[in-house]
């Protein structure tokens, strides 16, 4: 069992997990075919943590089980959207993603590996954002929203293509001084209950919050489809609920902090496959 944190989370009521809904032991393969790293040793950076988790491991038997066969994933129809949007002309050069890019499988690379440096624009970029650099730069095409329908659809695509490839995400060289920036707001205690995020999700997994599991917080499953929203959630709405669950004022969806924090989040990560979209409550 672990220690309870101090302060806000008293308040909270963190429950040691007894009364345990999951199997934390089960595996999963999807389609039958599709292997997936749930459980692997903690990358050399991480100081407290030696086993990480997929956020699968701790979801109930009936959750855990829409995830293993993409008929029953209710996250599958969105990367069908996005296999749709995918082969769609638009902007003033009149380019579909396509035409550039063949099938979606060449992208394969594209999820274990972002956020990532670009040499070209000298910042770190998140999917999202690189998925944009083609709408206006290569397609003349209006950007997409952070988090929108369409631009969660499209990930959601790139993420299926990837499944069952470890993530790897790159923290050194150009891109290490955000992700230095995004451990730091990792640790920083916020809000009224006083928390940060390792509070939860690093001292207090598989414990319960509420009628909650609490897992690593793990982002290889994203873009995820919540049963709670019935969506699909990109990672940076899914931080804002997790700050204002603290009570503290967040970050804005697409902001520097939290490109920064999910540059450290996935880093946290490396070793797990990638499986969104992933479903979750
Ligand atoms: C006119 C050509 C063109 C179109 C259209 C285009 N892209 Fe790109 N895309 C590129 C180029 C060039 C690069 C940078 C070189 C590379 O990595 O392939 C790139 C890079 C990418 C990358 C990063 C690849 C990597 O390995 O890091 C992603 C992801 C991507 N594009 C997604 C899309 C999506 C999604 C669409 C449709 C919405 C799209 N692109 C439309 C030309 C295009
Ligand atoms: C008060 C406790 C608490 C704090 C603090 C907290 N979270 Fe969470 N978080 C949760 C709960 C509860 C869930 C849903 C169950 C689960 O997956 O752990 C969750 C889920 C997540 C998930 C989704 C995991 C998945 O597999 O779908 C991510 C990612 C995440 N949190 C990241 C963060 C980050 C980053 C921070 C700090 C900014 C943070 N959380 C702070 C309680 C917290």
Request: charge should be negative.
């Amino acid at each position: 069992m672990k220690s309870f944190v101090k302060g806000g989370a008293a308040a909270l009521a963190i429950i040691a997990a007894s009364q345990v809904g999951a199997d934390e032991d089960a595996n999963l393969i999807i389609n039958g075919e599709t292997e997936i790293t749930v459980r692997a040793d903690a990358p050399e950076h991480l100081d407290n943590v030696s086993t990480i988790y997929s956020g699968w491991v701790f979801r109930s038997d009936e959750t855990q089980a829409l995830q293993m066969d993409d008929f029953d994933n209710p996250g599958m129809i969105f990367v069908d959207q996005g296999r749709d949007s995918w082969v769609l002309a638009e902007g003033s050069e009149g380019k579909s993603c396509a035409d550039c890019h063949n099938e979606p499988e060449s992208l394969a690379n594209v999820r274990p590996t972002y956020p990532k440096w670009n040499d070209e624009t000298e910042e770190v970029r998140t999917i999202a954002m690189q998925i944009n650099g083609c709408r206006t730069e290569q397609m003349g095409a209006e950007p997409w929203k952070y988090d929108s329908t369409s631009m969660l659809n499209m990930e959601a695509l790139l993420s299926s293509v990837a499944r069952g490839q470890v993530m790897n995400v790159a923290i050194d060289g150009p891109a290490q001084s955000m992700w230095e920036q995004g451990k730091e707001l990792y640790y920083t205690r916020t809000g009224q209950l006083d928390l940060s995020c390792a509070n939860c999700h690093e001292d207090n997994y598989g414990n319960y919050i509420r009628a909650d599991h609490l897992s690593q917080g793990q982002t290889n499953g994203f873009p995820v489809y919540r049963l709670k929203n019935a969506k699909l959630n990109g990672v940076h709405s899914r931080f804002k609920g997790c700050v204002r669950d603290t009570r503290a004022e967040t970050y804005a969806v697409g902001s520097e902090e939290f490109i920064a924090l999910e540059l450290y989040v996935a880093s946290r990560g490396n070793g797990l496959s990638v499986e969104g979209p992933a479903v979750r409550n």
